[in-house]
């Protein structure tokens, strides 16, 4: 299983890609795994603001619903609309074309609450 | 409380299959994946292990008898060979367990539901009467289920019994390379399909596990594990104890009347049966299909007029329609097929459409 060093995670299974001010967002390898076959993806439309925490969406596997949270305060300055027809993708590669969000950061000082890859890992027993 | 495994545990291991707690089993829920699993059964074969079932011999001079006090369904009608789905309703009509009830020379094996299986048989055993033994076959039986288009080439491959001509819900007792076992042509999918039960030593299990799937190869032949099962099944709109049907829930409200024989002599929950009908139904289980992208969850509330007036019984993904389906029971006049009925999903109200069951049309 695969936990990229340049990413931080959440206890909620995200991951987020800091790059200046903006941060793209999405679910673990781990967390696809423990879904399985992801059908849907419903993510929010570009200006919505999000606190760090907040759902920002939700993702439905075949047989289960989970929430998605922000790893961090922000906007919405895109999200990934391949995802409305081709879902699957975030199963397939959920650290590239899996992504589903990025946000324009807003709190910066909120990344410190984040985990590296190694204690991530050691979250999921992996 | 330590999970029992099947004899096919080491198997689901070694083929790092997802594990999960059911029914006081661990049990394999997905082995590749469960849409690929779904359409490998629905495309050519796959191979299930479901030896969770339950099976409770009945034998003795009086077993017809029990069997027609404690069933719905008319076991009279039953000769040596055939098989009948069949529930067991408490007094007041709620249903303890659905089953299927195998009639042989001098016995019945009843199949029941694995997490109903202590309850079914204390339940059995407070109306025992007569000479009637009950015989407990659960632990000592492996149930494999081959289930696709391809069952019947896979398996007559493995077998010289008469597969080809064994009609739906009839048995034979046959060898399959060499194990003795009973064999129907029956199953929970919708599917052409077997289900094998014989001896659950773990290596006479795993003899005719690797042989099926030796014989399957050249139909790409998948493991199939509890994710696709309960897809297949609620595909062809096939009740799920726990879920669809229980002790709250009658079989003539659950659309099971087709079993319920009110004509037969007297049986448990007939007479709370014939009041249900008598008085006419208030409530139906129906399925209902989302437009959008809409999947219901077993638990989220069904609203009919603006009124809340159930619960998702069932509910996923369809593989094959590639839409949200579920179950629920509804207002009888919502249940005619066409009715629009609402389901809360996050708090949003989505509209769903009654629809004429099985959702998969063959």
């Given amino acids: 299983m695969n936990f990229p060093d340049n990413l931080k995670y959440t206890k909620d299974h995200e991951w987020i890609l800091i790059e200046g001010d903006t941060g793209t967002v999405g679910i673990t390898d781990y967390a696809q795994g423990e879904l399985g076959d992801i059908v849907f993806v419903e993510l929010p439309e570009n200006g919505k603001v999000l606190g760090q925490g907040d759902s920002f969406g939700s993702i439905e596997a075949v047989k289960a619903v989970s929430d998605l949270y922000a790893p961090v305060s922000g906007s919405i300055i895109d999200s990934n609309k391949n995802l409305e027809k081709e879902a699957e993708v975030v ?31 050691a979250l999921v027993g992996q | 409380m330590t999970l029992k495994h099947t004899a096919f545990h080491p198997i689901h291991s070694r083929l790092d299959a997802k594990l999960i ?15 690929e699993e779904h359409r490998r059964v629905r495309q050519t074969v796959g191979l299930f292990d479901v030896s ?14 029990f069997v027609q006090r404690i069933t719905v369904n008319d076991a009279s009608r039953l000769t040596p060979g055939k098989i009948q789905y069949s529930a067991m309703c408490y007094d007041d009509a709620g249903i303890v367990d659905d089953l299927l009830v195998y009639r042989f020379e001098d016995s019945f094996l009843l199949v029941v539901n694995a997490s109903n299986i202590e309850k079914d048989l204390a339940w059995m055993r407070s109306h025992l009467s007569g000479n009637v033994t009950l015989t407990d076959k659960s632990d000592a039986t492996s149930l494999l289920a081959v289930q696709g288009p391809k069952s019947l080439d896979t398996l007559r491959k493995l077998s010289d019994a008469d597969l080809t001509s064994l009609e739906y819900y009839t048995f034979l007792q046959g060898k399959i390379v060499g194990v003795p076992m009973t064999i129907s042509r029956t199953g929970y999918t919708g599917e052409l399909g077997f289900e094998m039960y014989f001896s659950s030593d773990p290596s006479t299990g795993t003899k005719v596990w690797d042989a099926i799937m030796e014989a399957g190869k050249e139909y790409s032949i998948s ?27 009658n079989p003539l409200e659950a659309g099971l009347h087709w079993l319920t024989k009110l004509g037969k002599a007297q049986f448990c929950g007939r007479d709370a049966l014939i009041r249900v009908k008598e008085t006419g139904l208030k409530r139906k289980l129906v399925g209902f299909m989302f437009e959008n992208k809409a999947f219901p969850r077993q638990g ?25 389906i579920g179950m629920g029971y509804v207002p009888i006049e919502f249940s005619q097929p066409g009715s629009v009925i609402h389901v809360s999903i996050r708090n949003k109200q989505i509209p769903a459409t009654v629809v004429k069951l099985p959702f998969l049309k063959k």
């Fill in chain 1, 91 to 121: 199963n397939k590669d959920p650290y590239g074309n899996g992504w589903m969000i990025k946000l324009k950061m807003t709190k910066t000082e909120e990344l410190s609450s984040l985990l590296d890859a190694d204690s991530y890992r």
């Fill in chain 2, 21 to 35: 707690p059911f029914a006081g089993y661990e049990m394999p829920v997905q082995y590749a994946g469960i849409i």
């Fill in chain 2, 52 to 65: 969770h079932m339950g099976e409770v011999e009945v034998r003795g001079a009086d077993a017809l008898d």
């Fill in chain 2, 223 to 249: 493991p199939a594990g509890l994710g696709a099962r309960d897809t297949l099944r609620l595909e062809m709109g096939f009740c799920l104890y726990g879920n669809d049907i229980d002790k709250t829930t």
């Fill in chain 2, 300 to 324: 989220y509330t069904i609203w009919c007029n603006g009124n809340q007036s159930g619960v998702v019984t069932s509910g996923t993904f369809s593989p094959s329609l590639e839409k949200g």
